[in-house]
């Protein structure tokens, strides 16, 4: 087979599990491989029975054989339809997370891996069911390809009953047209010369004017510009640049953007990248089922519809840069609504929409698309929540589209939609930077004090008694005594017995972090930025290796649990926390060198144990190294755009215990069950427990006797599971 491969064509790698083909249940790879034959490629089906864990058979070696020749690879693309995760086959490791030594993916073949799904029943689509029929599998089947850095496609197969009871694959059609197109995309990106290619950069503009460029802890703008200074740098054809983000935002704004406002027809006419008209527009519509034509003109009316459009065209918003748009996303319904732009379910997109992604496909000509930050509106149109249909919004707009989709690291649950319904490529960007709140001025009305107070003697009643009526009026003039749910009009006597109460809620204000800024993709934290990241990546323990200030405090011999008990004063605290920082920043001094910064420690606390010792170990080189390669953000999707496999990695809030989140860029998946709920987690979560436990019996006198639990997805992969360690903490579990 090989021997007479047509080489001259592009070449695509489909990989089936051997049961396929020794019960001849063949009939969608067949099919499968006849279109993209037809559509100008040639293929390389290898079935195959994989072993584990290093054993026989595995699937590197599979690799190796079929998809390289000469330390080189023979494919451009491959396609999967193995359920489970090939990377944990070909490694030795437990576990799911795959070093990138380990990741044959990329050190072999290092191009996209496509997984095309099965249905194991009977396929419905969205008119006639809104779920998937076997909707575990499918998410089995999603995960573990996630976890592997597979890009997400669509269902090619579903289960018949033959006339003789036998159960077999039968093909989808027109989803196997959908997975075709989307190799042919990556294909075509990947053979053509840098700067040819075409891309769109797209930014979110809802409500009023002025707010383009709207994404969660990242600058959208200037996030743009460094790409595309990135983009010039990698040989791009990007023109007449804006200097700045401020530069790129000004033009957006004077250029015909999602408020059409004042613009005269003329000046739609003659700044717009693109019109589209009616008798074009309905080619498009006409190829869209009945269904979805139905749903759509309910709420929106006959094409083309009056959002977006003038004198009967749609208009396509942007910035043309050479061979670059940066445009903004159409909106889902009028600024008026705007509670029903991102999540309605049952919400359809008016036409510009449709036409505003397929001028992009056919007039633009575009390779690909980034949509920029966390999130768009894509992701969220009616469907289904994964095996999407031909009548779920998300697969017949993007429709095969190269997606590349920088998303905040911290919030995988709705990354994961993404990755689920638009077939993106994640680049999973870093959080803000974080910063100790400390003491602003109307708190440290109440702490000052609050301190004095706690460092008077219980002998000295009168003096007690006036620092309680000014902690009383200071709480007062703060409104603080609604937060703590006591009487405004308690008394000085009264209130004395709350004064714990209200230590412990300067101590957790006081003690929180908080964003400094926003995030600017590639952007390496420089100075104080730097400072305070390794600081609040370092707060709480990461795994095994204990939290930087605890480890610092026991060398010191400050009690920090005396502290937050209100036994010690909490001026000790920012007096530990004002070494922290000065150590930090004198590891920068020394460009985090192991051994010099240890040398610092010692020379500045008088000692050094083992557990200090491993934390400062952990800042130089896990952390700091981590943080120095924020580029990789620009380049991993320099890489994507290159056709190019892009490694994949966990995702969760790094200043949760989850440091080992860095480097960024990476193509990222939500959890790892096995590591559910973290040792960090875990400490949080039964601290939790028991708070609630000593407030209820305080309040009611007796113990709960049932406790009812709303367990969020997102909020247990972003604080990889608090609320699960503290329901198995209520439960005796340890």
Not at 202 to 225: H, K
């Given at each position: 087979?090989?021997?007479?491969?047509?080489?001259?064509?592009?070449?695509?790698?489909?990989?089936?599990?051997?049961?396929?083909?020794?019960?001849?249940?063949l009939d969608h790879i067949d099919m499968l491989i006849r279109k993209l034959e037809s559509a100008g490629m040639s293929t390389i089906p290898v079935f195959f029975n994989a072993g584990s864990n290093g054993g026989k058979n595995r699937m590197s070696d599979v690799y190796e054989r079929y998809f390289m020749k000469d330390g080189r690879s023979l494919v451009r693309v491959i396609i999967t339809n193995n359920p489970f995760s090939q990377l944990a086959n070909s490694r030795n490791a437990s576990g799911i997370r795959t070093s990138d030594d380990d990741n044959f993916y990329r050190v072999l073949t290092d191009v996209p891996v496509l997984q095309a799904m099965m249905v194991t029943n009977r396929f419905v689509d969205y008119e006639e069911s809104r779920t998937s029929g076997d909707a575990t599998k499918m998410m089995i089947q999603a995960a573990w390809t996630e976890m592997d850095g597979q890009i997400l496609t669509v269902p090619i197969s579903d289960v018949s009953i033959d006339p003789s009871g036998r159960r077999k694959n039968r093909p989808l059609e027109d989803r196997i047209d959908n997975l075709v197109k989307s190799v042919s995309n990556r294909v075509r990106i990947s053979s053509k010369p840098r700067s040819e290619r075409k891309v769109v950069i797209v930014l979110y503009q809802y409500g009023e004017m002025g707010t383009i460029g709207g994404a969660a802890g990242l600058d959208s703008i200037e996030s743009t510009a460094n790409?595309?200074?990135?983009?010039?740098?990698?040989?791009?054809?990007?023109?007449?640049?804006?200097?700045?983000?401020?530069?790129?935002?000004?033009?957006?704004?004077?250029?015909?953007?999602?408020?059409?406002?004042?613009?005269?027809?003329?000046?739609?006419?003659?700044?717009?990248?693109?019109?589209?008209?009616?008798?074009?527009?309905?080619?498009?519509?006409?190829?869209?089922?009945?269904?979805?034509?139905?749903?759509?003109?309910?709420?929106?009316?006959?094409?083309?519809?009056?959002?977006?459009?003038?004198?009967?065209?749609?208009?396509?918003?942007?910035?043309?840069?050479?061979?670059?748009?940066?445009?903004?996303?159409?909106?889902?319904?009028?600024?008026?609504?705007?509670?029903?732009?991102?999540?309605?379910?049952?919400?359809?997109?008016?036409?510009?929409?449709?036409?505003?992604?397929?001028?992009?496909?056919?007039?633009?000509?575009?390779?690909?698309?980034?949509?920029?930050?966390?999130?768009?509106?894509?992701?969220?149109?009616?469907?289904?929540?994964?095996?999407?249909?031909?009548?779920?919004?998300?697969?017949?707009?993007?429709?095969?589209?190269?997606?590349?989709?920088?998303?905040?690291?911290?919030?995988?649950?709705?990354?994961?939609?993404?990755?689920?319904?638009?077939?993106?490529?994640?680049?999973?960007?870093?959080?803000?930077?974080?910063?100790?709140?400390?003491?602003?001025?109307?708190?440290?009305?109440?702490?000052?004090?609050?301190?004095?107070?706690?460092?008077?003697?219980?002998?000295?009643?009168?003096?007690?008694?006036?620092?309680?009526?000014?902690?009383?009026?200071?709480?007062?003039?703060?409104?603080?005594?609604?937060?703590?749910?006591?009487?405004?009009?308690?008394?000085?006597?009264?209130?004395?017995?709350?004064?714990?109460?209200?230590?412990?809620?300067?101590?957790?204000?006081?003690?929180?972090?908080?964003?400094?800024?926003?995030?600017?993709?590639?952007?390496?934290?420089?100075?104080?930025?730097?400072?305070?990241?390794?600081?609040?990546?370092?707060?709480?323990?990461?795994?095994?290796?204990?939290?930087?200030?605890?480890?610092?405090?026991?060398?010191?011999?400050?009690?920090?649990?005396?502290?937050?008990?209100?036994?010690?004063?909490?001026?000790?605290?920012?007096?530990?926390?004002?070494?922290?920082?000065?150590?930090?920043?004198?590891?920068?001094?020394?460009?985090?060198?192991?051994?010099?910064?240890?040398?610092?420690?010692?020379?500045?606390?008088?000692?050094?144990?083992?557990?200090?010792?491993?934390?400062?170990?952990?800042?130089?080189?896990?952390?700091?190294?981590?943080?120095?390669?924020?580029?990789?953000?620009?380049?991993?999707?320099?890489?994507?755009?290159?056709?190019?496999?892009?490694?994949?990695?966990?995702?969760?809030?790094?200043?949760?215990?989850?440091?080992?989140?860095?480097?960024?860029?990476?193509?990222?998946?939500?959890?790892?069950?096995?590591?559910?709920?973290?040792?960090?987690?875990?400490?949080?979560?039964?601290?939790?427990?028991?708070?609630?436990?000593?407030?209820?019996?305080?309040?009611?006198?007796?113990?709960?006797?049932?406790?009812?639990?709303?367990?969020?997805?997102?909020?247990?992969?972003?604080?990889?599971?608090?609320?699960?360690?503290?329901?198995?903490?209520?439960?005796?579990?340890?």
């Amino acid at each position: 087979y090989m021997s007479c491969l047509d080489m001259s064509k592009p070449v695509v790698g489909i990989l089936i599990t051997g049961s396929q083909w020794i019960y001849g249940d063949l009939d969608h790879i067949d099919m499968l491989i006849r279109k993209l034959e037809s559509a100008g490629m040639s293929t390389i089906p290898v079935f195959f029975n994989a072993g584990s864990n290093g054993g026989k058979n595995r699937m590197s070696d599979v690799y190796e054989r079929y998809f390289m020749k000469d330390g080189r690879s023979l494919v451009r693309v491959i396609i999967t339809n193995n359920p489970f995760s090939q990377l944990a086959n070909s490694r030795n490791a437990s576990g799911i997370r795959t070093s990138d030594d380990d990741n044959f993916y990329r050190v072999l073949t290092d191009v996209p891996v496509l997984q095309a799904m099965m249905v194991t029943n009977r396929f419905v689509d969205y008119e006639e069911s809104r779920t998937s029929g076997d909707a575990t599998k499918m998410m089995i089947q999603a995960a573990w390809t996630e976890m592997d850095g597979q890009i997400l496609t669509v269902p090619i197969s579903d289960v018949s009953i033959d006339p003789s009871g036998r159960r077999k694959n039968r093909p989808l059609e027109d989803r196997i047209d959908n997975l075709v197109k989307s190799v042919s995309n990556r294909v075509r990106i990947s053979s053509k010369p840098r700067s040819e290619r075409k891309v769109v950069i797209v930014l979110y503009q809802y409500g009023e004017m002025g707010t383009i460029g709207g994404a969660a802890g990242l600058d959208s703008i200037e996030s743009t510009a460094n790409i595309l200074r990135s983009l010039k740098v990698n040989g791009y054809r990007v023109e007449d640049m804006p200097e700045t983000g401020r530069e790129l935002a000004d033009r957006l704004l004077s250029s015909v953007n999602n408020d059409l406002g004042c613009l005269s027809s003329e000046a739609i006419e003659s700044m717009a990248p693109g019109l589209m008209d009616v008798k074009t527009y309905s080619k498009y519509y006409s190829e869209l089922p009945q269904y979805t034509r139905t749903e759509m003109e309910s709420q929106w009316g006959k094409p083309i519809g009056d959002v977006m459009t003038d004198k009967g065209c749609a208009v396509i918003p942007g910035i043309v840069l050479g061979n670059i748009l940066v445009t903004v996303q159409p909106v889902r319904t009028w600024n008026d609504q705007v509670e029903r732009m991102y999540h309605d379910p049952d919400l359809y997109p008016p036409h510009q929409y449709l036409a505003f992604y397929r001028w992009l496909r056919d007039e633009f000509d575009a390779d690909a698309m980034i949509h920029v930050g966390t999130h768009g509106s894509l992701e969220w149109l009616p469907g289904k929540s994964i095996g999407l249909s031909s009548k779920c919004c998300p697969s017949f707009i993007q429709d095969g589209m190269i997606n590349i989709y920088p998303y905040l690291i911290d919030d995988p649950g709705e990354g994961i939609q993404a990755k689920r319904r638009s077939q993106a490529v994640l680049i999973g960007h870093m959080c803000p930077t974080m910063t100790r709140c400390g003491q602003y001025d109307d708190i440290g009305e109440v702490d000052t004090p609050l301190q004095e107070y706690l460092r008077t003697p219980q002998g000295d009643r009168e003096h007690r008694l006036e620092l309680i009526a000014q902690i009383l009026d200071a709480c007062r003039r703060i409104d603080l005594l609604d937060d703590l749910n006591i009487p405004d009009d308690i008394v000085a006597d009264e209130f004395e017995s709350h004064l714990d109460d209200v230590h412990d809620y300067i101590m957790e204000v006081k003690d929180s972090l908080v964003r400094d800024g926003i995030h600017v993709l590639g952007r390496v934290p420089e100075g104080g930025k730097m400072d305070e990241s390794i600081y609040s990546l370092t707060r709480i323990p990461n795994g095994d290796i204990p939290a930087f200030r605890d480890a610092l405090a026991v060398c010191i011999g400050l009690d920090l649990n005396g502290i937050r008990a209100g036994e010690v004063p909490s001026t000790d605290l920012d007096e530990l926390d004002s070494v922290a920082m000065k150590l930090i920043e004198d590891f920068r001094s020394r460009d985090y060198d192991y051994p010099e910064c240890l040398e610092a420690v010692e020379s500045a606390i008088g000692m050094v144990d083992g557990p200090l010792e491993s934390s400062v170990r952990f800042i130089c080189e896990v952390v700091a190294p981590g943080l120095k390669k924020m580029g990789d953000e620009l380049e991993s999707i320099i890489e994507a755009l290159d056709g190019r496999y892009v490694l994949p990695g966990p995702s969760g809030a790094p200043t949760r215990g989850h440091a080992d989140l860095l480097p960024m860029g990476r193509n990222y998946y939500s959890i790892d069950p096995d590591c559910i709920p973290t040792r960090s987690a875990w400490a949080i979560g039964m601290r939790m427990a028991d708070q609630f436990i000593d407030k209820f019996v305080a309040d009611k006198g007796a113990y709960p006797r049932e406790v009812g639990f709303i367990v969020w997805a997102t909020d247990t992969m972003k604080t990889d599971g608090d609320d699960i360690a503290y329901a198995l903490w209520l439960m005796g579990v340890r």
